[in-house]
């Protein structure tokens, strides 16, 4: 039987990591239970296509995609297995006892989860430890990096197995070695998210004023450089510790809300909608899409062509594609 990855969960996530795997000519295997599965799999792929082309990436030799009609037939013989089920221990975990009872003994099961510790996902699986966190980025066929994080019962063989996929679809992976609730980018990003959610409720700002500091101020920064880099240079010729020695003491200033959220009522909900209608709601989903995966292109190719950040990670993906070598680890 040929080798395939399997999906289970087409969703936004999962589709475009099926995506990712095919577009490295890796075939796929996929368990949805939507109706819409297999339209939103092949919009998520034409996606990636058109991004691919937009990239210059050689035309890669497709892998192909099956869809399947229960969990069992879809992880059966799988190499490697991505869970993406909502985020919801009570869905994920019997999800997860399911292939692990049917697939290979050692075959590496990553759940997508964003922010669920792994070590809550494996306690009642069959082998529990070939089971860990593969947290990726959407859109998983653009950006490359996945958060690998191990739980209690997770072997370093299953964690290298995982880093060891993940980069033969040019991917990015970070070793998360402290479990812990998130990761690393969630937490930052859900510390954002909080603020944000706060300047709305306390009518300092819209939704689209909230994307606009971002997109024309910082978030270019952050695209190719990050955060301790980007104060590293704010620093100027004293460099970060010049930086902290002048802005630290902002640390004790009201700048933050910190861990406090306003409750999520109908008024605060509502409000953030009608503001992202008028902000967004000119372009469909798949045209917003469009337009986010054309900017993500043109950032990857500046910093391809520096030779920089995320571009390094694309150059490899260019030289993977243009030569033959195997589809697994």
């Given at each position: 039987?040929?080798?395939?990855?399997?999906?289970?969960?087409?969703?936004?996530?999962?589709?475009?990591?099926?995506?990712?795997?095919?577009?490295?000519?890796?075939?796929?295997?996929i368990s949805?239970?939507?109706?819409?599965?297999?339209r939103?799999?092949?919009?998520?792929?034409?996606?990636?296509?058109?991004?691919?082309?937009?990239?210059?990436?050689?035309?890669?030799?497709?892998?192909?995609i099956t869809?399947?009609?229960?969990?069992?037939?879809?992880?059966?013989?799988a190499?490697?297995?991505?869970?993406?089920a909502?985020?919801?221990p009570?869905?994920k975990?019997p999800?997860?006892?399911a292939?692990?009872?049917?697939?290979?003994?050692?075959?590496?099961i990553?759940?997508?989860?964003?922010?669920i510790?792994?070590?809550?996902?494996?306690?009642?699986?069959v082998?529990?430890?070939?089971?860990?966190?593969?947290?990726?980025f959407?859109?998983v066929?653009?950006?490359?990096l996945?958060?690998?994080?191990?739980?209690?019962?997770?072997s370093?063989?299953?964690?290298?197995?995982?880093?060891?996929?993940?980069?033969?679809?040019?991917?990015?992976?970070?070793?998360?070695?402290?479990?812990i609730?998130?990761?690393?980018?969630?937490?930052?990003?859900?510390?954002?998210?909080r603020?944000?959610?706060?300047?709305?409720?306390?009518?300092?700002?819209?939704?689209?004023?909230?994307?606009?500091?971002?997109?024309y101020g910082?978030?270019?920064?952050?695209?190719?450089m990050?955060?301790?880099e980007t104060?590293?240079?704010?620093?100027?010729?004293?460099?970060?510790?010049?930086?902290?020695?002048?802005f630290?003491?902002?640390?004790?200033?009201?700048?933050?809300?910190?861990?406090?959220?306003?409750?999520?009522?109908?008024?605060?909900?509502d409000?953030?909608?009608s503001?992202?209608?008028?902000?967004?709601?000119?372009?469909?989903?798949?045209?917003?899409?469009?337009?986010?995966?054309?900017?993500?292109?043109?950032?990857?190719?500046?910093?391809?062509?520096n030779?920089?950040g995320?571009?390094?990670?694309?150059?490899?993906?260019?030289?993977?594609?243009?030569?033959?070598?195997?589809?697994?680890?």
């Amino acid at each position: 039987m040929a080798e395939h990855a399997a999906i289970v969960g087409a969703g936004v996530i999962g589709a475009a990591w099926a995506a990712r795997f095919v577009m490295h000519g890796i075939d796929v295997k996929i368990s949805d239970p939507s109706p819409h599965a297999e339209r939103i799999m092949g919009e998520v792929l034409d996606n990636a296509r058109v991004a691919w082309g937009e990239l210059g990436l050689p035309a890669p030799v497709e892998g192909s995609i099956t869809f399947c009609d229960s969990i069992e037939n879809t992880v059966a013989d799988a190499i490697h297995v991505q869970e993406s089920a909502p985020e919801d221990p009570g869905i994920k975990i019997p999800i997860l006892e399911a292939i692990a009872a049917a697939c290979p003994s050692d075959t590496v099961i990553a759940s997508s989860t964003s922010g669920i510790k792994p070590s809550v996902l494996q306690p009642s699986i069959v082998n529990p430890e070939r089971l860990l966190v593969g947290h990726p980025f959407n859109p998983v066929y653009l950006l490359p990096l996945v958060e690998v994080c191990g739980g209690a019962l997770t072997s370093q063989a299953a964690v290298d197995m995982a880093m060891a996929t993940y980069a033969s679809i040019s991917m990015k992976p970070l070793h998360v070695r402290v479990e812990i609730d998130a990761f690393i980018a969630d937490r930052l990003l859900e510390a954002v998210w909080r603020e944000a959610l706060w300047l709305v409720n306390d009518g300092v700002a819209t939704t689209e004023e909230i994307d606009d500091s971002i997109r024309y101020g910082f978030g270019l920064r952050w695209a190719q450089m990050g955060l301790f880099e980007t104060y590293r240079i704010a620093g100027g010729e004293g460099g970060i510790g010049h930086f902290i020695a002048q802005f630290g003491p902002t640390l004790s200033w009201p700048y933050s809300k910190l861990m406090d959220t306003p409750e999520l009522t109908d008024q605060l909900v509502d409000a953030i909608a009608s503001q992202s209608d008028d902000q967004s709601g000119a372009h469909s989903i798949r045209e917003l899409e469009r337009i986010r995966d054309r900017n993500l292109v043109g950032f990857l190719q500046v910093l391809e062509r520096n030779e920089w950040g995320a571009g390094v990670t694309l150059a490899e993906q260019r030289g993977r594609l243009e030569v033959s070598s195997p589809r697994w680890p």
